[in-house]
């Protein structure tokens, strides 16, 4: 069970920062999930390199990174949406490329809230 950190209420045009921690991934992921959609993805990290990869509707407005000395990845949400608004899943994968697929990803964090006001 990973542990994440984050999320809140903001208004539209904000920001949000959630973080998560954990230990050994080699691929940390962030995903979403509303009552209405499944899971769906948001964006990854290598965790030994400098390879990130995002969906088409949160490029140029999020940002992934990690800090390998605290075992820790963060989502920084920026011009935050009312379509943004979702609970937000961290997940820990252990391959060698950076993944989408939902599969591949072996440890989930609990869910965070991000809501976003119009």
């Known amino acids: 069970q990973l542990q994440a950190y984050g999320g809140g209420l903001v208004q539209a045009g904000g920001s949000l920062n959630v973080s998560c921690v954990a230990p050994?991934?080699?691929?940390m992921g962030w995903f979403r999930q509303t009552s209405e959609k499944e899971r769906e993805f948001v964006a990854a990290?290598?965790?030994?390199?400098?390879?990130?990869y995002y969906a088409d509707s949160v490029k140029g407005r999020f940002i992934i990174s990690r800090d390998n000395a605290k075992n820790s990845v963060y989502l920084q949400m920026n011009s935050l949406r009312p379509e943004d608004t979702s609970v937000y899943y961290c997940?820990?994968?252990?391959?060698?490329?950076?993944?989408?697929?939902?599969?591949?990803?072996?440890?989930w964090g609990q869910g965070t809230q991000v809501t976003v006001s119009s």
């Open positions: 050994g991934a080699t691929v």
């Open positions: 990290i290598r965790w030994n390199g400098h390879a990130t």
């Open positions: 997940a820990a994968g252990f391959g060698i490329v950076i993944t989408t697929n939902i599969n591949n990803y072996i440890y």
